[in-house]
């Protein structure tokens, strides 16, 4: 499985749960897959029919999302198709029962019109798994409740032996059973993940639909804009829609639009035109909703409060699908909130009803929030999650807090004098001195209260119900759907611990609303400091901005010549990965994460070309930060830590200004100082999360991998990696304290030493050996006697090495099958080890032979280790 991982999606290892749902699935289970929005739920049923070779049918809900994922799986080498009224190919039906294809998707109106016949034939021919997506819709206790989704029970008495998995990344727990119940599933394995999407920021703000706050809206979009990620801006309403586009056009973005009463042409060109970045802002209704799987979306902001919290999530979901920092806003303005009457029009079934108005009220509840806004949606989602995240807009901004005992007394004690019958509304009003009709004629007028609350506008009383709500002092309750608001048992402890003169502290944080109202509204149409949450450049230096932006411009180009979305071919991930480690060969693209086989045998060349034609002009170096091509888990430690001005000079003075640490010792801030001395102060700085040019620092200290290999023999000698000194007594004169450090420092940040030298080595084999790798091509495997050309660089450091060994061992030689099964006996082994187990070839013939396994896919090489694929 790891094998079609890494092959078929470029990907080294699963994500959390994924296997165990494919190996379920492969054992023949029902699954019930819950887990958050681009968390890879999809990969759960596109590895099994590579695994079986049996087709995989996949239920989807809309045209659009099965065209975008078999237009990504056809990009991956992987075959796909769909089913539906805008498939034009004829000949897919009878290839799809043929059984011709991985995987077929279909909408769920296809597949219960679809006769018995072509079910057989497709059953004769082998089906591994039948999938729903976005199963939510099966249940009216959903958000998204599709009457078509229902009828998919019918395929089970068809489809008798073969497992149904049902994929939602929203799902109650009363969802959950109906799902279950609704697909007769058979003792399901049920996995739920986290709900968390760790690399969004969440941020909420009022907003009013003043000509001034759509000015500001466009000039936020304008400034993601440049940053070049895709923008969804969702709006609740077609007007809504039609004039943001207008005024983002106006302001000269280029945007698209998206609604659903423009025709189907014009909205199947505005989804394909987003789709493959020729545009970067689409303004759309939440018609453009489920279908968006595009991974590059840097920002979500939502105009209007959405009808439900969980649409809210599913939107906002589309962002950062990539696992990039991504930001999603939501704006809100009161009148959001009174829609639920126009929500549940023309709906009849009471539970639906109740269901659509909890929603709304859950999603008002999470505008209203002063706290973090991540908690409220995990808990809302039944995760439970006690500490701040940090990453939200509530988490972020300096927390207003005050006594607040004398308004939620008056607030409290007025909604329990009217009686617990009202909504918020009333009670506010009756503080507010109000003297309407409902008013005098329920005698409100004459509650000591009347009138008391004058100084506070309604919004901001109404903002103090949702904070006294959120705190446990007043419930809401949803009755005959109407939205009633009680004092709660804790309210009326408070009531009963105060009075009219004293009250006990209430101190509670005010919310943004609170805030504005107080200051006059002076902000409210404003969408300012949101935007001070800058998206992660990634850390790129100038020269690499511009590679990167070669490397788009060629990642496009491909796209347009192969009618496919740029993200198809890779993801900006990816290609962060390929712009940072700059490999020089097929087997370097091929080791980066995220880089498939489909790519490396299609466009490898291309991007290689394109690499080395420029660094020249931009000054950087072929095979950069060859760490870079895989996710690291971020060094904490002690990353944070400030260093003292002369550790920070002698840093500065090697990795910035490029000295040697021979130079650096001589130019002391206090004179001249110990080689030693400037070491060890480099390495402090990297310990503190400085970057290092570790090739290069290598070279400098003269740390090679004969060297690591001798210190890791040390050290498996002696047991610990504790204690300098015990390890130096075991190593030749030679190998110095500075050289243990080295080491000892580069495996305690995840960076392996092997690749690093790797790296600098084969870089100094020059360049006969990687063009001949390259100019090979696909049947580029080895033969014998390559390996004996003794003329390849006389002077390896591994040479000294495998003398020594040459003379106690007895002589191994390389080759293809052996090198392939000595790895697969030995599952994440070093370059270094194998190349000394195979005495009887050089050094750099083994290293060879390794590239070319790297280049086939047949071995993997992961932190240095390798890996049989
Ligand atoms: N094992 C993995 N390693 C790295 N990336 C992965 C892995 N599995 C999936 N991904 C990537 O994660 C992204 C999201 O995956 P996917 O589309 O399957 O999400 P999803 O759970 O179906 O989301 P949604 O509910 O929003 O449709 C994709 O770009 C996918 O390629």
């Keep these: 499985m790891e094998s079609i991982l890494k092959k078929k999606f470029g990907y080294s290892q699963f994500r959390p749960y994924q296997k165990e749902i494919i190996e379920k699935v ?25 695994v079986t070779g049996k087709t995989a049918v996949v239920i989807s809900p809309l045209l659009s999302l099965m065209q975008d994922q078999v237009m990504s799986l056809k990009q991956k080498g992987i075959n796909a198709e769909y089913l539906g009224s805008s498939q034009t190919d004829q000949t897919a039906y009878c290839q799809a029962e043929d059984g011709a294809f991985d995987v077929l998707y279909m909408t769920p109106e296809k597949a219960s019109l679809l006769p018995k016949r072509f079910w057989s034939n497709l059953l ?63 003792d399901p394995y049920i996995s739920i993940g986290s709900f968390d999407r760790k690399n969004l920021f969440y941020g909420v703000k009022p907003c009013c639909r003043s000509q001034a706050f759509l000015e500001e809206l466009v000039k936020e979009v304008t400034k993601y804009n440049s940053g070049g990620g895709s923008i969804i801006i969702y709006c609740t309403t077609v007007k809504d829609t039609e004039q943001i586009y207008q005024l983002l056009m106006d302001a000269g973005v280029t945007t698209e639009m998206y609604h659903g009463q423009m025709g189907s042409k014009a909205r199947e060109q505005s989804h394909r035109s987003f789709i493959r970045d020729e545009v970067q802002v689409m303004v759309a209704t939440v018609a453009f909703g489920m279908g968006i799987d595009k991974p590059n979306i840097r920002c979500v902001i939502h105009y209007g409060c959405p009808k439900s919290l969980e649409s809210y999530y599913q939107e906002s979901g589309r962002c950062g699908r990539d696992g990039l920092p991504s930001v999603c806003f939501l704006y809100y303005s009161r009148s959001d909130f009174a829609k639920s009457d126009f929500y549940v029009a023309g709906v009849h079934s009471e539970n639906q009803r109740k269901a659509i108005t909890e929603s709304l009220m859950a999603a008002e509840k999470y505008c209203l929030l002063a706290s973090c806004r991540r908690r409220f949606l995990l808990k809302y989602f039944g995760e439970q999650w006690t500490a701040d995240c940090g990453n939200c807009d509530n988490c972020t901004r300096t927390k207003v807090e005050r006594d607040l005992s004398k308004e939620s007394f008056l607030l409290l004690s007025c909604i329990q004098s009217c009686g617990g019958r009202w909504g918020l509304n009333m009670p506010i009003d009756v503080l507010r001195g109000s003297r309407s ?8 007028d004459k509650l000591l209260m009347h009138g008391h609350g004058k100084d506070y506008t309604v919004l901001w009383w109404k903002a103090l119900g949702g904070l006294l709500i959120a705190h446990g002092y007043l419930k809401e309750i949803v009755e005959d759907l109407y939205r009633k608001v009680r004092v709660s048992p804790m309210g009326l402890q408070y009531l009963c611990s105060a009075n009219f003169e004293r009250q006990p502290p209430l101190i509670l944080p005010l919310t943004r609303e609170m805030i504005d109202e107080e200051d006059n509204g002076a902000q409210r ?9 800058a998206i992660d450049d990634e850390r790129f230096s100038e020269a690499e901005k511009r590679l990167y932006s070669i490397l788009l411009g060629l990642r496009m180009e491909l796209a347009k010549e192969n009618g496919t ?16 480690t700059r490999p020089s060969t097929r087997a370097r693209l091929a080791n980066i994460e995220g880089v498939n086989q489909h790519l490396v045998t299609n466009y490898g060349d291309k991007f290689l070309h394109t690499i080395s034609d420029a660094l020249e002009e931009l000054g950087l170096s072929l ?15 002690s990353a944070q830590r400030n260093l003292n001005p ?24 206090s004179g001249p100082i110990k080689e030693q001395t400037v070491i060890s102060y480099i390495l402090e700085a990297a310990q503190t999360g400085r970057e290092l040019d570790w090739a290069r620092f290598c070279l400098d200290t003269g740390l090679t991998l004969q060297i690591i290999s001798l210190i890791r023999a040390a050290i498996s000698k002696i047991g610990s990696r504790e204690r300098l000194k015990p390890i130096k007594e075991e190593l030749p004169e030679m190998v110095t304290y500075e050289h243990i450090k080295t080491m000892l420092t580069m495996e305690n940040l995840n960076i392996s030493p092997d690749e690093v030298l790797s790296s600098t080595s084969s870089s100094l084999l020059g360049s006969s050996t990687e063009t001949s790798i390259d100019a090979m091509g696909k049947e580029s495997l080895v033969r014998k006697q390559k390996f004996n050309d003794s003329s390849i660089c006389e002077s390896s450091p591994k040479k000294l090495h495998k003398q020594e060994m040459e003379s106690t061992e007895e002589e191994r030689e390389a080759n293809e099958n052996s090198i392939m099964e000595f790895i697969k006996a030995h599952d994440r082994i070093s370059a270094t080890e194998v190349i000394n187990y195979f005495n009887g070839s050089k050094a750099e013939a083994v290293a060879y032979v390794l590239n070319c396994l790297e280049t086939e896919f047949l071995v993997y090489k992961k932190n240095g280790l390798y890996s049989a694929l």
């Design 646 to 669: 002369a550790k920070f000079d002698a840093w500065k003075m090697w990795q910035i200004s490029k000295s040697s640490v021979k130079e650096v010792a001589m130019m002391g801030r």
């Design 565 to 580: 979305a740029p993200y198809a071919i890779c993801g900006d991930q990816t290609l962060v990965r390929i712009t940072k």
């Design 26 to 50: 492969l054992d023949g289970n029902d699954c019930l897959v819950v887990m958050s929005t681009g968390s890879g739920k999809s990969l759960c049923y596109q590895v099994p029919p590579l």
């Design 437 to 444: 009709r409902k008013i005098m004629e329920n005698n409100f």
């Design 525 to 533: 149409s404003s969408v300012e400091d949101q935007s001070s949450i």
């Design 124 to 186: 004769n021919a082998g089906i591994c798994l039948l999938a729903v997506d976005e199963a939510h819709c099966i249940s009216e206790w959903g958000h998204d409740f599709r009457k078509e989704y229902k009828q998919l029970d019918v395929l089970r008495s068809i489809l008798f032996n073969v497992p149904f998995i049902g994929l939602t990344a929203t799902a109650t727990q009363k969802v959950q059973n109906d799902i279950v119940l609704s697909l007769k599933m058979i």
């Design 623 to 637: 095979n950069g930060d060859t760490n870079a091509a895989h996710p690291i888990e971020k060094v904490c430690h």
